[in-house]
T-cell receptor
Framework: AQTVTQSQPEMSVQEAETVTLSCTYD???????LFWYKQPPSRQMILVIR??????QNATENRFSVNFQKAAKSFSLKISDSQLGDAAMYFC??????????????FGKGTHLIIQP | DGGITQSPKYLFRKEGQNVTLSCEQN?????MYWYRQDPGQGLRLIYY???????QKGDIAEGYSVSREKKESFPLTVTSAQKNPTAFYLC?????????????FGDGTRLSIL
């Protein structure tokens, strides 16, 4: 079974600065997908960014980018120019690509990101 | 607008009572999922369904049941066998093909014990 580990229960960053959230995963599969979701106080789950394991290029979405290290099984999220609206719980998630990939997501326990004004 | 509707937003259960959480989607997605969220635990998969009249157990299916009679609907029943049902429940769906498509989530139902 796959596992996802987020080793930082809480992170704090000054507004406009850059912060990196860590995620490692354990899998024996070669075909898989990785996601970062944001959960603000409203509890809504919002997709931030996704990465296909077969792609070497790191995904980028505006101020959000990932550092995907497949050999190290690491998938960190970098948030540049942090804004107050970025304050939320951030979850790293894994999805198998085998068997059609319909088995659901495996989530880490989350990192609570605090933005200091 | 297309999306996933979960109801009710808040639900209270008495001891020995079964309760059903509703999840409806108008995204024409084939696959649907139920997750449970506890503080400090992240989300854990309860059940999922790829097609109508078929579903599979997730990691924590004990004490729960589901049905999938229509593509749009995937209700979750929390039975009296679930001894610790207090949690936040999230329903999700995803289009075909599954793997690289993100799951879309509803706004959740908070279940508490009276």
């Amino acid at each position: 079974a796959q596992t996802v580990t987020q080793s930082q229960p809480e992170m704090s960053v000054q507004e406009a600065e850059t912060v990196t959230l860590s995620c490692t995963y354990d899998t024996s599969e070669s075909d898989y997908y990785l996601f970062w979701y944001k959960q603000p106080p409203s509890r809504q789950m919002i997709l931030v960014i996704r990465q296909e394991a077969y792609k070497q290029q790191n995904a980028t979405e505006n101020r959000f980018s990932v550092n995907f290290q497949k050999a190290a099984k690491s998938f960190s999220l970098k948030i540049s120019d942090s804004q107050l609206g970025d304050a939320a719980m951030y979850f790293c998630a894994y999805r198998s690509g085998e068997g059609g990939g319909a088995d659901g997501l495996t989530f880490g326990k989350g990192t609570h990101l605090i933005i200091q004004p | 607008d297309g999306g996933i509707t979960q109801s009710p937003k808040y639900l209270f259960r008495k001891e020995g009572q079964n309760v059903t959480l509703s999840c409806e989607q108008n995204l024409n997605h084939d696959a649907m999922y139920w997750y449970r969220q506890d503080p400090g635990q992240g989300l854990r998969l309860i059940y999922y369904s790829q097609i109508v009249n078929d579903f599979q157990k997730g990691d924590i299916a004990e004490g729960y049941s589901v049905s999938r009679e229509k593509k749009e609907s995937f209700p979750l029943t929390v039975t009296s066998a679930q001894k610790n049902p207090t949690a936040f429940y999230l329903c999700a769906s995803t289009p075909i093909p599954y793997s690289n498509q993100p799951q879309h989530f509803g706004d959740g139902t908070r279940l508490s014990i009276l």
